[in-house]
């Protein structure tokens, strides 16, 4: 049924339209009409225009249509970070190079910047939502808001002696505070966000689990990412490590864990068990040497498995198609099955299944009528992705996030034939230019210092 002011609605015309719902399904020659932030109907482009006169159309005749792109994990200030530090292990990255040069130049500033940095380059590759988890989320919001991308901003927490005493009741307070705030802008969403169990205590862990579930809100954690986080928690728990959180009733369908590169078969089940969802970031774990998550095992298992590139700084890109790609060809090789983890099941991870763990599949994910506009179009006239045998398999094995072309977030066109409208794309570069020049002295300063003390 046809709803609405016929004369507001734009109509998306592609060559090609994948909804991912119904799944696996490709229309050619379809239109998506939109009104408003929402889609109301999803019908043969020669029906149209006859169904809504007046309407202001957009023809993409060689592009491919699909979902916005849902990052699922990310630091979006850690853009200012991207080759800062490379080809080291976790540990030493994080306490020898990330967190001296966080606590020297974190804060409102450097998230703003760093925020505006991510977000272009993320929009540019098509994703119009992303979680994050970093310091200032207020900052992150409001970029966010000024930018019109959907967000789920998580508000961090870090009990480790690099960044000081935590006053956890103003942290809580804040939590309550920020959650009450956002809850009423539209494209925001609040998470709690323990940076890891080995830096945050267990009575803190509690507090989180009764608060996230008296407010409904999810818990954003890294777990299991390397073999040491296993050593480090039967040495101070003398627990594994979700056998610990099972215990502080963290494991729970409000839980997204983050990297799960450490799991038995006795896990995957327990995870199964306990609805909680699974946040793979292949490419950083691939290049700090983490370790791999099963994702074949976890699908079949029935464990909801979304996708997220991390952090700019250990990635070192926001492109969650690529990321896409390789959780695709790194299912299979880990596999030993040509069919594990197929072209469609890659790009669920990247849209429907991020919604679901973010609680959202009801409004985001797919494009279908009543859901939020969130889509991006791909033009596939390019060397590139032709010929074109099968629409889905070209996307995830051959297309690029260069042949991103449009975006749109809750009906907003924020990308336009490759031109960003919200983001001054020259003073956003310039800022990361200048925080560079910075960074580079910081690094010279505390490398002189250590050969004098040696």
């Known amino acids: 049924m046809i709803v609405g002011n016929k004369s507001q609605v734009t109509l998306v015309r592609p060559a090609f339209l994948v909804p991912v719902r119904p799944a696996g399904v490709v229309f050619e020659h379809f239109a998506v009409a939109i009104e408003g932030s929402k889609i109301v109907s999803v019908l043969p482009s020669e029906q149209s225009e006859q169904a809504y006169p007046g ?6 005749p060689d592009h491919l249509l699909l979902p916005g792109f849902i990052n699922m994990h990310t630091h979006s200030p850690m853009a200012l970070l991207r080759g800062y530090a490379d080809d080291m292990d976790l540990h030493t990255w994080l306490g020898e190079h990330i967190w001296p040069a966080e606590q020297e130049f974190v804060g409102p500033a450097f998230v703003r910047d760093g925020t505006r940095l991510a977000v272009a380059e993320m929009l540019r590759a098509g994703t119009t939502c992303f979680n994050d988890m970093y310091f200032y989320p207020k900052e992150v919001a409001h970029v966010c808001q000024q930018v019109g991308i959907r967000a789920s901003i998580g508000v961090p927490l870090i009990e480790h002696e690099a960044f000081g005493a935590i006053d956890l009741d103003s942290y809580f307070q804040e939590s309550r505070e920020l959650y009450e705030q956002w809850r009423s802008e539209p494209l925001l969403n609040f998470t709690f966000a323990p940076h890891a169990p080995y830096t945050v205590t267990d009575r803190t862990l509690q507090t989180i689990e009764r608060l996230s579930s008296e407010l409904g809100a999810p818990v954003h954690l890294h777990l299991l990412e390397t073999a040491w986080d296993i050593k480090h928690s039967l040495q101070h728990y003398e627990k594994l490590p979700l056998g610990r ?5 963290l494991l729970n369908e409000r839980l997204q864990a983050v990297h799960m590169t450490q799991l038995s078969d006795e896990d995957i089940s327990l995870l199964s068990n306990t609805s909680v969802h699974v946040v793979h970031c292949p490419q950083s774990n691939l290049k700090l040497a983490s370790g791999i998550c099963p994702v074949s095992a976890l699908l079949s298992a029935g464990v909801n498995v979304a996708v997220g590139t991390d952090g700019a700084a250990s990635n070192n890109d926001l492109d969650l198609l690529s990321e896409a790609q390789t959780a695709a060809l790194l299912a299979k090789g880990i596999s030993g099955s040509a069919e594990s983890v197929d072209a469609f099941t890659a790009l669920e991870l990247m849209t429907i299944n991020g919604a679901k763990a973010l609680g959202m599949d009801d409004s985001l994910g797919s494009i279908e009528p009543g ?6 179009a791909i033009d596939f006239n390019c060397p590139e992705t032709q010929p074109l045998y099968n629409v889905i398999s070209q996307l995830i094995y051959a297309a690029s996030a260069r042949q991103v072309t449009d975006v ?15 983001i001054n794309l020259d003073e956003t570069i310039g800022n ?22 040696a």
């Open 55 to 60: 309407a202001n159309i957009v023809d993409l």
């Open 432 to 453: 990361a230019r200048s925080w560079k020049e910075r960074l580079v002295d910081f690094k010279s300063d505390r490398h002189i210092l250590e050969r004098v003390k």
């Open 371 to 376: 859901k939020q506009a969130d889509m991006c």
């Open 408 to 422: 749109w977030v809750a009906g907003r066109r924020v990308l336009d034939g490759r031109r960003l409208t919200s």
């Open 245 to 249: 959180l099972n215990e502080l009733g």
